[in-house]
């Protein structure tokens, strides 16, 4: 069903110029940067903050039409993402678990290097060539992990189980199994174009991850360990090839 779902957001993502309304072929391209918030949702359970890395790279649109009041495109880009886990590791009474050997509270996360490729139906209402366009777009994601890195202030086998709520701790020995990752993302946000200047997007997103970084059989220790991403980003694009004679900035 997952599979069949990501087909789907395929599907309709390459799918927007399928649409009869008011001919655009506008392609812009750019370069996107921001911020994101990711944590994986394992089962076994294990307690978590959000991670916090950067992701950025390239963004591409195609504008294929105007229907009605809405700007119908395709939007994809290829970024570079730092996403990972990072652990809570509490006692029953939501304090911080102190080390025994270093005296120190309990500290661990991991960070993998994502090169991630969403491609989206993007769907504007506002201004085309002057002024602000509230969008929204979803579709699929994929991705491949290039490498990771733990950062943690302990030693596994040193571990305070003692104290700890949750003793499920295979995860931070365990290398990723699954590189290739996929999904479905979906934002909103707010972009102001110019003519002469171009195109800026505000936007906040979220991924939810359809894979797993590790095995999901019956006899893997992990039933389920999915992404779940927050993304703030901001993207220029400039025009490359506009529509002739269009309505006047409308």
């Known amino acids: 069903m997952r599979k069949i779902l990501f087909m789907m957001m395929l599907l309709a993502a390459t799918g927007a110029s399928a649409q009869v309304g008011k001919y655009r072929n506008d392609l812009s391209i750019g370069v996107n940067g921001g911020y994101v918030l990711s944590s994986v949702g394992f089962t076994p359970k294990v307690n978590q903050g959000l991670h916090g890395g950067m992701t950025g790279g390239f963004s591409f649109r195609y504008v294929c039409e105007k229907y009605f009041n809405t700007i119908c495109a395709v939007q994809a880009e290829v970024n570079y993402a730092q996403i990972g886990w990072k652990e809570s590791i509490l006692d029953a009474n939501d304090a911080p678990v102190v080390n025994q050997v270093t005296g120190l509270p309990e500290e661990y996360s991991r960070t993998m290097n994502y090169v991630q490729i969403p491609v989206f139906a993007h769907l504007g209402w506002g201004r085309e060539e002057k002024g602000f366009q509230f969008f929204f777009q979803a579709g699929p994601q994929i991705g491949f992990c290039l490498g990771e890195t733990t950062k943690t202030n302990f030693n596994v086998e040193d571990a305070n189980f003692a104290d700890r709520v949750s003793s499920v701790v295979a995860q ?29 997007q505000l936007e906040a997103r979220y991924y939810y991850g359809l894979g797993n970084i590790y095995g999901d059989t019956k006899r893997d220790y992990f039933g389920k360990s999915n992404f779940g991403n927050i993304v703030v980003k901001l993207t220029y694009l400039f025009d490359v090839i506009r529509t002739k004679n269009r309505e006047n900035g409308r």
Request: proline letters at 3%; hydrophobic letters at 40%.
């Open 172 to 200: 931070d020995t365990m290398a990723v199994e699954n590189k290739f990752d996929y999904g479905i993302a979906a934002g909103l946000g707010l972009e102001y174009s110019h003519p002469k200047v171009g195109h800026f």
